[in-house]
T-cell receptor, first 111, second 117 residues
């Protein structure tokens, strides 16, 4: 069993839709939960991080962590074509160092 | 943030040869990482490279296959040795910047796309 599971998609939605991306994990030691966005032919860039359980909002993006269920989500409101990318969840049991990534979900937002 | 460049951006190599990938950062950083992103797979950490010490390799990766150098605080190289088609992948370096907040963000380079024939 992989430490982090993520539906690879692809996921296609119309512009303006609400997008929900999810990951599950098995290691209860994870404390830091990240979402990265990766455009084609580029390296991943950090969108948001959350420490422990709870919600975090940044503009159109909301990250949720439920440690009791070992489940994290990223919601994108009013999705735009520029949001089309691969979204990777990542986790760590430490403030820095090794990251464990999900497989990535490929998202396409159609105008 | 950190600006990271990698060379080459892509290469096609023959089986049995070796390729050295360079990673350059625009500022001094303590910790650098090398990841592999195979098609349809998640990013996987190969090793952590701290300046002045030997690289620390993750399970399943060995120094003979992936030797790493870290001569200073802005540069590192990863060599993929005796390549086989299974080494075809994207190789990314990343650096960690200590934040005033809770989390030390990792910044990634654009990656090196390697195809082994």
């Amino acid at each position: 069993q992989k430490e982090v599971e993520q539906d690879p998609g692809p996921l296609s939605v119309p512009e303006g839709a609400i997008v929900s991306l999810n990951c599950t994990y098995s290691n209860s030691a994870f404390q830091y939960f990240m979402w990265y966005r990766q455009y084609s032919r580029k390296g991943p860039e950090l969108l948001m991080y959350t420490y422990s359980s709870g919600n975090k909002e940044d503009g159109r993006f909301t990250a949720q962590v439920d440690k009791s269920s070992k489940y994290i989500s990223l919601f994108i409101r009013d999705s735009q074509p520029s949001d089309s990318a691969t979204y990777l969840c990542a986790m760590s049991d430490n403030q820095g160092g090794k990251l464990i990534f999900g497989q990535g979900t490929e998202l396409s937002v159609k105008p | 943030s950190a600006v990271i460049s990698q060379k080459p951006s892509r290469d096609i190599c023959q089986r049995g040869t070796s390729l050295t990938i360079q990673c350059q950062v625009d500022s001094q950083v303590t910790m650098m990482f090398w990841y592999r992103q195979q098609p349809g797979q998640s990013l996987t950490l190969i090793a952590t490279a701290n300046q002045g010490s030997e690289a620390t390799y993750e399970s399943g990766f060995v120094i003979d296959k992936f030797p790493i150098s870290r001569p200073n605080l802005t540069f590192s190289t990863l060599t993929v040795s005796n390549m086989s088609p299974e080494d075809s992948s994207i190789y990314l370096c990343s650096v960690e910047r200590q934040d005033r907040g809770l989390y030390n963000e990792q910044f990634f380079g654009p990656g090196t796309r390697l195809t082994v024939l």
